[in-house]
């Protein structure tokens, strides 16, 4: 099968496009990093065709890196232009990564990236999402049903709570009412029963009064009456 023009740009190695490409002596073209690590695990050869290399053979290719900027431009109007056509590989968005959460293509799946990680359809995933959002709208709209049951119920106990303070508040400005009326009868009944009682004692007082004067008076008639008899003669006296 032919090969499309981004996986020509893609590094055997990582499957990702080219980062800072460096072609060895062999002519094949690698990312400097993906050739340095292979290295580090097996002797210095081209990965592909297994020549002898060497590190000082690494020569940077100024042309692939020119196209690859290129290319990413022209892949960053194309998705401008298309949001169902991956950045990377400009093929169709025709898969999902479950374990990323995220739309690919075909070549995403078998890249480093992806690798190992299971992918389905986007009608497949797109079908278990919605049926997970559907459960969780379900919950979400049963606690709805719950809060507004549960506010009504607030709401009826707040109205029979400020009916109750109402009728409360009347009921004690009434009684209220009925105590002052009843205290200033009271009031003005004690006051009437004192004045009664004071003039009763005052009128007994001044009776009093009025004996005690007469005997008083009586008393010291006797007495003047008695001097009198005193200064008499002897014969007069007796």
């Not at 400097?32 to 060497?54: F, G, Q």
């Not at 290719?61 to 401008?80: C, M, S």
């Not at 278990?128 to 559907?134: G, I, L, M, N, V």
């Amino acid at each position: 099968l032919k090969r499309s023009f981004g996986e020509e740009l893609n590094c055997s190695e990582c499957q990702e496009v080219f980062k800072d490409p460096v072609t060895l002596k062999c002519g094949h073209n690698f990312c400097r990093e993906c050739v340095c690590e292979y290295w580090k695990m097996t002797s210095p050869s081209c990965p592909i065709c297994k020549a002898d290399s060497a590190i000082f053979d690494l020569t940077t290719n100024i042309t692939l890196r020119n196209v690859i900027e290129a290319y990413k431009k022209e892949v960053k109007k194309f998705k401008a232009e298309s949001e169902y056509i991956c950045s990377q590989h400009v093929e169709e968005l025709k898969l999902c990564c479950i374990v990323d959460q995220e739309t690919i293509c075909i070549i995403c799946q078998i890249s480093r990236k992806h690798e190992n990680h299971k992918c389905l359809p986007i009608k497949e995933a797109a079908q278990e999402s919605k049926e997970d959002f559907k459960k969780s709208l379900k919950s979400l709209q049963d606690i709805q049903w719950k809060i507004i049951d549960l506010k009504e119920k607030y709401r009826i106990n707040l109205k029979i709570t400020h009916d109750q303070r109402e009728k409360t508040e009347k009921q004690i400005k009434e009684d209220f009412v009925k105590l002052h009326q009843f205290l200033h009868e009271e009031e003005k009944n004690l006051l009437a029963d004192l004045k009664k009682e004071m003039e009763e004692k005052e009128q007994k007082m001044r009776a009093m009064e009025e004996n005690i004067i007469e005997d008083l008076t009586y008393i010291s008639k006797t007495i003047k009456d008695i001097q009198q008899m005193l200064d008499e003669e002897d014969q007069i006296f007796l």
